[in-house]
């Protein structure tokens, strides 16, 4: 069952206890080769480091800056080595595996799969500033306008899964996404292309607190407004046509410190 899955992991700073919870609670039963896990690191301390390349040799994307969340997610999926398995599993540093087993955890997973495109913890927001425009301009945009919806329904980004192939269908994430926000959207791309969303956070913690509370885990390091809030379509559309960036060569992100793609 894990062949059907690629786990991907981003620790941040100098936080080795909620690296050590995640990391350890994905690799306590053995079950996960290294070349199923992949791991991105934000300006992490010396130990998370150490840990992160036990782990997953070979397939460690290292930022001595915080280069952001979306950002190294799009390096880690879009960059040398491209995504084979079914599905891709995303997993923040603040959420962890509370199964003790993440062999038997996957195979909930993947019948849960069977019936959704993606799943994750299901939550709703309201639409802030100019996100409805925002998604007017997308190309993903189908036609089913946001004005009709008070909220945007979407699965929280600390954890989800998701059908590997949409992934690269929708160039996700986008090269403009860069730290907040990128979930939400992502939720309303599924709503206009008619992506099944399903509810799912059986046998793990997502943006966990210390006493496993979900969504709960404080905000760390850098903060911005969500994706959308302040959309400005000339300023987008200047952007557009002044950046023509292939898929995983991010001009705005500083190449890794180390990464080695295990083929």
């Given at each position: 069952?894990?062949?059907?899955?690629?786990?991907?992991?981003?620790?941040?700073?100098?936080?080795?206890?909620?690296?050590?919870?995640?990391?350890?609670?994905?690799?306590?039963?053995?079950?996960?080769?290294?070349?199923?896990?992949?791991?991105?690191?934000?300006?992490?301390?010396?130990?998370?480091?150490?840990?992160?390349?036990?782990?997953?040799?070979?397939n460690?994307?290292?930022?001595?800056?915080?280069?952001?969340?979306?950002?190294?997610?799009?390096?880690?999926?879009?960059?040398?080595?491209?995504?084979?398995?079914p599905?891709?599993?995303?997993?923040?540093?603040?959420?962890?595996?509370?199964h003790?087993?993440?062999?038997?955890?996957?195979?909930?997973?993947?019948?849960?799969?069977q019936?959704?495109?993606?799943?994750?913890?299901?939550?709703?927001?309201?639409?802030?500033?100019?996100?409805?425009e925002?998604?007017?301009?997308?190309?993903?945009?189908?036609?089913?306008?946001?004005?009709?919806?008070?909220?945007?329904?979407?699965?929280?980004?600390g954890?989800?899964?998701?059908?590997?192939?949409?992934?690269?269908?929708?160039?996700?994430?986008?090269?403009?996404?860069?730290?907040?926000?990128?979930?939400?959207?992502?939720?309303?791309?599924?709503?206009?292309?008619?992506?099944?969303?399903?509810?799912?956070?059986?046998?793990?913690?997502?943006?966990a607190?210390?006493?496993?509370?979900?969504?709960?885990?404080?905000?760390?390091?850098?903060?911005?407004?969500?994706?959308?809030v302040?959309?400005?379509?000339?300023?987008?559309?200047?952007?557009?046509?002044?950046?023509?960036?292939?898929?995983?060569?991010?001009?705005?992100?500083?190449?890794?410190?180390?990464?080695?793609?295990?083929?």
């Amino acid at each position: 069952m894990i062949d059907n899955f690629t786990i991907c992991v981003l620790l941040y700073g100098d936080h080795f206890d909620l690296a050590q919870r995640c990391l350890g609670s994905l690799l306590r039963d053995g079950a996960i080769p290294a070349s199923h896990l992949r791991i991105g690191l934000n300006a992490v301390c010396d130990r998370s480091r150490e840990l992160a390349y036990q782990a997953a040799p070979g397939n460690v994307w290292e930022y001595n800056e915080n280069c952001h969340k979306y950002p190294v997610m799009r390096e880690m999926i879009h960059g040398i080595s491209p995504i084979q398995t079914p599905y891709t599993m995303w997993f923040d540093d603040d959420s962890y595996l509370e199964h003790p087993s993440l062999r038997e955890w996957l195979v909930a997973v993947d019948a849960s799969m069977q019936g959704a495109d993606m799943l994750g913890s299901l939550y709703s927001i309201k639409w802030q500033g100019k996100q409805r425009e925002f998604v007017r301009s997308q190309p993903w945009y189908a036609g089913k306008d946001p004005v009709t919806r008070g909220e945007i329904r979407f699965a929280t980004g600390g954890w989800w899964t998701l059908r590997s192939d949409l992934l690269y269908r929708f160039d996700y994430p986008w090269t403009f996404l860069d730290h907040r926000g990128g979930d939400a959207m992502l939720g309303e791309l599924c709503h206009q292309q008619n992506l099944r969303l399903k509810h799912f956070r059986t046998g793990v913690k997502i943006n966990a607190d210390a006493s496993g509370r979900e969504s709960k885990a404080k905000r760390r390091g850098f903060d911005q407004l969500p994706i959308g809030v302040d959309f400005d379509p000339g300023v987008a559309a200047a952007l557009n046509t002044a950046t023509s960036t292939p898929p995983g060569l991010l001009a705005a992100v500083p190449k890794p410190r180390s990464r080695i793609i295990e083929l």
